[in-house]
C-alpha cells in the first residue's frame, strides 16, 4: 500500500476552523432582509462557503448595491464578534501544531475579505509565520468557491505544485466542490460547522471527520 505524503493543508476559517457561532449567516440574512428580498433558509445554505459579495449579489438581485451591502455586513459581523467573540474550534489549535511540526504547510481560505479575516485572525491570535503559512481571501483570486482559485492560490503561497499532496477541509458543500475542483489528494467535510453529513457527502468528499482536530490522524495514516 503507498502512503499519501500531504504536504498542504488548505483549510476553510468559519465554521471549520474558527467557531463564530453561525454570525457569518446570520447576519448575511438579516442584510439581504432589510434589503427587501428576504432569503429562505435553502437560498442562504446554498450560498454558504462563497464569496460575500457574490452571495450578497446573488441574494438581492441588485448588483448595483453589492458594495453597500458588503459595507453594512462587514460592520453588523464586527458587531456581532465584538459582543460574543470568535474562538478556535475545539482541538483545532492542536491539530495545526501538529500538521507544521509533521512538515505539512497550513494556510487557510476563506469567502471574506480582509476587513473580516485578519481581525478573525487577530482576535484568536493566528498569525502567518506562527501557527499558519499563508492565508487566502476570496477578492484576491480571480473568483471563489467552488472554483479551485483560493486552493492553487494558497499551493502557489507555500511552494506545494503537485495537488494531490494538498488536502483541502471545509465545513460547507461549495467547500468540498472547491477541493475537488482544485484536484486535491483528499477532500474533507467536516461536521464543525454549517453544513450537516448528509449535505457533505452529496458532494463525494473524500472523508467526513467530526471536525479539523482529527485531520492530524488522517493525514498521518496516507
Not at 80 to 103: C, F, I, K, M, S
Not at 136 to 141: D, F, G, I, N, Q
Amino acid at each position: 500500500m503507498t502512503t499519501r505524503v500531504i504536504a498542504l493543508a488548505a483549510l476553510d476559517i468559519a465554521g471549520t476552523t474558527i467557531d463564530e457561532g453561525g454570525a457569518v449567516y446570520r447576519v448575511l440574512a438579516e442584510v439581504v432582509a432589510e434589503h427587501g428580498t428576504p432569503a429562505s433558509d435553502a437560498d442562504i445554505r446554498h450560498w454558504m462557503g462563497a464569496d460575500k459579495r457574490e452571495a450578497l449579489a446573488a441574494l438581492t438581485g441588485d448588483a448595483g448595491a453589492t458594495e453597500a451591502l458588503h459595507a453594512r455586513f462587514v460592520e453588523r459581523l464586527r458587531q456581532a464578534y465584538a459582543q460574543h467573540p470568535p474562538a478556535p474550534v475545539a482541538g483545532v489549535p492542536e491539530a495545526l501544531a501538529r500538521l507544521r511540526a509533521a512538515g505539512v504547510r497550513v494556510a487557510l481560505t476563506t469567502g471574506f475579505d480582509r476587513q473580516v479575516t485578519d481581525p478573525l485572525l487577530e482576535a484568536v491570535g493566528w498569525r502567518v509565520g506562527e501557527q499558519l503559512d499563508a492565508v487566502v481571501c476570496a477578492p484576491e483570486v480571480e473568483a471563489g468557491r467552488p472554483a479551485p482559485h483560493m486552493i492553487h492560490e494558497a499551493m502557489r503561497r507555500t511552494g506545494v505544485e503537485d495537488p494531490a499532496l494538498v488536502v483541502a477541509a471545509g465545513d460547507t458543500a461549495l467547500d468540498v466542490r472547491a477541493g475537488l475542483a482544485a484536484g486535491a489528494g483528499l477532500v474533507v467535510g467536516v461536521l464543525s460547522g454549517a453544513q450537516d453529513r448528509d449535505e457533505l457527502e452529496r458532494e463525494h468528499p473524500t472523508h467526513v471527520l467530526g471536525s479539523v482536530a482529527e485531520l492530524p490522524d488522517l493525514v498521518a495514516r496516507g
